[in-house]
């Protein structure tokens, strides 16, 4: 559904971060639409045509799916940022599975629009290309992550940081969904969750996972929670609320961006 003319968008920060001119460029070529949980918005190796940006509290998992069906997130993406062809041209096979985590609103745009105001504007094209370092930081970080941190701490690192993009102590999360995330069986996951509720920093309920304290829970969890934000805040500007929710996307004016450092290495000599 296309948004009516004159209309705000509604709820994503990264495009609430550009300016009015920069957002005009967008807003009459975004279309609105919902999504419900497990819905997947593109999958391996097909060609990315369009840009999903989460609004609200959506959230969007990218995964990596093997042979045997077993899977694990590389990142989460929530109302701070967008999926799809933001780095690249758009148009290329996609190296994930991009799947809603928790449903709701989602703003797309067509590749090629979204490139086409790229070009006519260096600042909307510099916010975009400090979000895509800020993702991919989030995806090597997660590498690094899964292969030397222990179970317990990955789970509070992810919990942290679903968190951050939806707010509130109370988490709509399964077991299963967890398990999955995390690449781990069920059964195992839920022997892991008992010891955190132990613990005193989680409560496990219905279909929600509650963190009883977010300062005791980022004390327990391992460093990259806290790598990936400080990378976010220095990058792209993003504001944390007390509670460790985004509230806002301000990219620094006061650094040069990729076109000033491109112009200058190629400067000609005095």
Known sequence: MALAPGLPV???????????????????????????????LFEVGTSVTTIAFPCEQTVVSLMVVMRDGRSAETATVGREGAVGGVVSSGFLPASTQAVVQLGGPILRLDA???QDAKRRSPALRNLF???GDCLLAQVLQSVACNALHPIEA??????????DRIGGESLPVTHELLAAMLGVQRTYLTRILSALQRQGLIEIGRGRIIIRSRLDAEAAACECHGV??????????????????LLAVEAPPQRPGPEALWAFANSEPA
Request: with cysteine; charged share 30%; glycine share 10%.
């Open 228 to 245: 990936v934000r400080r990378h976010y805040e220095a990058v792209l500007g993003a504001i944390y609320g007390l509670d460790g929710q």
């Open 112 to 114: 090629a629009r979204l």
């Open 10 to 40: 509604p709820g994503n920060l990264l495009l609430d971060g550009l300016r009015p001119e920069d957002r005009a460029l967008l807003d009459p070529h975004l279309e609105f639409s919902a999504c419900r949980r497990g819905e997947t």
């Open 154 to 163: 990955r789970c509070l690192r992810w919990l942290l940081t679903l968190q």
């Open 129 to 131: 290309t400090r979000y």
